[in-house]
């Protein structure tokens, strides 16, 4: 049965992932140095070292939408290699930064780019991964951009604490350059030219053709896991060093993708074979009991624990969140759905930076923690409500989608 399964590990998967990796790992290198850089070399504030990520998350969010229906009038690889340009040109660009209103309006353009760029790879790949291997390809081409979160920060620190700022900045370029190069692998069918006009002719830009439907409730439920998702990236190096695990900080990460790494084979498989609830519910419970664990956490073995069940419940959800947005939508339209999904993700991010920051001016991190995880079990219901309910299996086992 296996022998007769279509190829996943195309030349184009292969590369539209290693274009994403780059792509993400040039973000993630960025996102933790630019608060350094904006303070010790700009001379800048504590506020607007928090606004230069700000303003980067700002235009993705907005492009995004605008940048589904150019995919569908012109083409994702066109559109995906336009976006990678102008994302390594600005990223080369960050050299001359020479005040913060110059930062600010790289970080905007930059922004565009990855938006853009990020919307393209998604499309992409949800057109060449086989309808039967949804799941395990989504899984996948997700856990690039995971294996990215643990790559960047970890050597733009390193980078910018041995080499200098300079050399930080150059290898974001290099970086940035090889995700271009990546994408120009990338060989999609030409599209026909009669349907891009007409497509032309039907496609205004109402504001109804910037977003799909069929893909919010997915979508606002990704985005109310991703409020607690945010807590993780925001504080818990913070918590490592109040619980005595500062010294094994930077390995949460590293243990939360090697879980990832190990359990993908798996887990991608289950959701083509059993659908998306059989992965889903368990997820969602692994995610609340990490939380748990790292409420508790009174030493470095707890904390990598929790890491551990972290990286399998969360880092299994979002993918197959992102694959359930494009199968409910319309072939036609799941770049649309790509843009509409990850613009609400990203909404859900960055009002869960504001909130739990807010949260944790009142509460210790760890019963912040601990409060999560019931939030996350009021997610469950959130996703059985706005999705799984909707979700059936025919005779054969294929998952059919029912109207919403």
Do not use: C
Not at 223 to 245: H, N, P
């Amino acid at each position: 049965m296996i022998e007769n399964q279509p190829r996943l590990w195309t030349k184009n998967f292969i590369s539209v992932s290693v274009s994403n990796f780059f792509l993400f790992m040039t973000f993630y290198f960025l996102l933790v140095t630019m608060p350094v850089y904006v303070l010790n070399e700009l001379k800048g504030k504590e506020s607007e070292a928090g606004l230069a990520t700000t303003v980067f998350l700002l235009s993705a969010i907005i492009i995004r939408p605008i940048a589904g229906r150019w995919i569908e009038k012109f083409g994702a690889r066109s559109i995906l290699l336009s976006a990678l340009v102008l994302f390594s040109l600005v990223t080369l660009l960050y050299l001359y930064a020479d005040s913060i209103l110059v930062l600010m309006v790289i970080r905007f353009i930059h922004g565009i780019g990855f938006g853009m760029a990020t919307t393209a790879t998604g499309s992409i790949v949800a057109a060449i991964i086989p309808d039967s291997r949804r799941g395990e390809g989504m899984g996948y081409f997700v856990l690039s951009s995971n294996l990215a979160m643990v790559v960047g920060p970890f050597l733009g620190l390193t980078i910018m604490q041995q080499l200098g700022v300079s050399t930080m900045l150059f290898i974001g370029v290099i970086s940035a350059t090889i995700g271009l190069v990546a994408g120009l692998f990338i060989t999609l069918p030409k599209r026909d030219m009669a349907t891009v006009k007409n497509n032309r002719i039907k496609g205004s830009f109402r504001f109804k053709e910037l977003f799909e439907i069929s893909a919010i409730p997915i979508a606002v439920t990704g985005a109310f896991f991703a409020i607690v998702y945010s807590s993780i990236l925001s504080f818990v190096s913070v918590y490592a060093v109040e619980i005595g695990a500062g010294n094994v900080a930077s390995y949460f990460f590293v243990v939360y993708a090697v879980v990832l790494l190990i359990s993908r084979p798996f887990t991608g498989k289950w959701f083509d074979l059993y659908g998306a609830n059989s992965i889903a519910y368990p997820a969602i419970i692994l995610f609340a009991i990490g939380m748990v664990i790292l409420g508790i956490a009174d030493s470095p073995t707890l904390f990598l624990v929790a890491a551990a069940f972290a990286g399998l419940g969360w880092g299994t959800l979002f993918p197959s969140f992102q694959t359930i947005a494009i199968t409910v939508a319309h072939p036609k339209r799941r770049p649309v759905a790509t843009a509409t999904f990850l613009s609400i993700y990203d909404i859900g991010i960055g009002l869960g930076s504001f909130l739990v920051g807010l949260a944790a001016a009142n509460l210790s991190i760890g019963t912040l923690y601990l409060f999560s995880s019931v939030y996350i079990l009021i997610g469950l219901v959130i996703y059985h409500l706005l999705q799984g309910r909707y979700l059936k299996k025919d005779k054969n086992h294929k998952e059919q989608y029912l109207d919403i």
